[in-house]
C-alpha cells in the first residue's frame, strides 16, 4: 500500500466519523474492495450516552404516620442499570459477540455456571479477531445479558458475576 493510498483511506475514515457525528449514530461498517485482494473495512463507532426520561410520581394515599412500618418507608430502589452492577462484565472493545467457540458448539458459561477466575465467558470479534473474555473473578454467572451474534459497543455489559 503506497502512501498515497493510505492518506486517502484516512481521509475516508475521518469523513465516515464525520457522518457518524453529523447524523447522530453510534456506529458505522463500511467495506471497500478494490480488486486483487485489497479491500478496506472500517468500523467507525463512539458511546453514546443515553438520558433516562423523566417520569411523572403519582401521590398514592397514605395512611397515618404510626402505621407505616420500616419496610413500607423505605421502598429498596431497583437496579435496572446493568452495567452499574458490582459483578458486571463489560466489553473492552466494539465488535460481534459469540457465545460458544463454534457454532453449534455448548456455550462458554450458562446462566448458574460455577466459574473460576480467568475461565473464558464469551468470545469478542473484532476486526475478524476472536478475543476471549475472561472472567475477572471466581464466582457464579447470574445473568447473561446479550445474545450469540450480536453487535457490542465498548463499556457494554455483557455477563453478572456473584
Same mark, same amino acid.
Not at 395512611?63 to 458490582?86: G, K, L, Y
Not at 456455550?107 to 475477572?136: C, D, R
Not at 454467572?141 to 456473584?162: A, K, M, N
Given at each position: ?33 478494490? /480488486?486483487?485482494?485489497? =479491500?478496506?473495512? &472500517?468500523?467507525?463507532?463512539?458511546? $453514546?450516552?443515553?438520558?433516562? +426520561?423523566?417520569?411523572? @410520581? ?28 458490582? /459483578?458486571?462484565?463489560? =466489553?473492552?472493545? &466494539?465488535?460481534?459477540?459469540?457465545? $460458544?467457540?463454534?457454532?453449534? +458448539?455448548?456455550?462458554? @458459561? ?28 471466581? /464466582? ?5 445479558? &446479550? ?16
Amino acid at each position: 500500500m503506497t502512501k498515497k493510498d493510505q492518506d486517502t483511506d484516512v481521509e475516508f475514515i475521518q469523513a465516515l466519523a464525520e457522518v457518524l457525528r453529523e447524523n447522530d449514530l453510534t456506529e458505522l461498517h463500511v467495506k471497500r474492495d478494490y /480488486g486483487s485482494n485489497k =479491500s478496506l473495512n &472500517v468500523r467507525v463507532s463512539r458511546q $453514546s450516552i443515553i438520558a433516562a +426520561a423523566p417520569q411523572a @410520581v403519582m401521590a398514592a394515599p397514605t395512611a397515618p404516620a404510626a402505621a407505616a412500618t420500616p419496610a413500607e418507608a423505605a421502598p429498596t430502589p431497583v437496579d435496572d442499570d446493568p452495567s452499574q452492577h458490582p /459483578g458486571a462484565v463489560t =466489553s473492552p472493545m &466494539v465488535g460481534t459477540v459469540y457465545l $460458544s467457540a463454534e457454532p453449534g +458448539a455448548a456455550p462458554f @458459561v450458562t446462566v448458574g455456571s460455577s466459574i473460576t477466575e480467568g475461565q473464558t465467558l464469551l468470545i469478542v470479534e473484532a476486526m475478524k479477531t476472536m478475543n476471549q473474555i475472561p472472567a475477572p473473578k471466581t /464466582g457464579k454467572v447470574t445473568r447473561i445479558l &446479550v445474545d450469540d451474534g450480536t453487535p457490542v459497543e465498548f463499556g457494554s455489559p455483557l455477563v453478572i458475576i456473584e
